[in-house]
């Protein structure tokens, strides 16, 4: 599974935990309503703003939800790392 089909399995999911539409979610994570709408598309993303991404969901995925198989889940800590 590549990278971005990986941020959008994990998005589609909390999506359905949440019952929110997708564009909700990409609001949430990446700060940009349409970002993971033009994902599924075909567009690119910035690597560092994929990781925020994917840390974003780790740090804020509903708490007794599973998270996708085939995901790989970071963890919260390498947020705090960085900062």
Do not use: C, Q
């Amino acid at each position: 599974m590549s990278g971005i089909d990986s941020l959008l399995s994990i998005a589609r999911r909390y999506a359905e935990i949440e019952g929110v539409p997708l564009t909700t979610v990409s609001s949430r994570a990446l700060n940009d309503g349409k970002k993971l709408t033009a994902l599924e598309g075909g567009a690119d993303i910035n690597v560092k703003r994929m990781e925020r991404a994917l840390i974003w969901f780790s740090s804020n995925w509903p708490e007794g939800a599973d998270w996708p198989a085939g995901a790989v889940r970071p963890a919260a800590e390498v947020e705090e790392a960085r900062a």
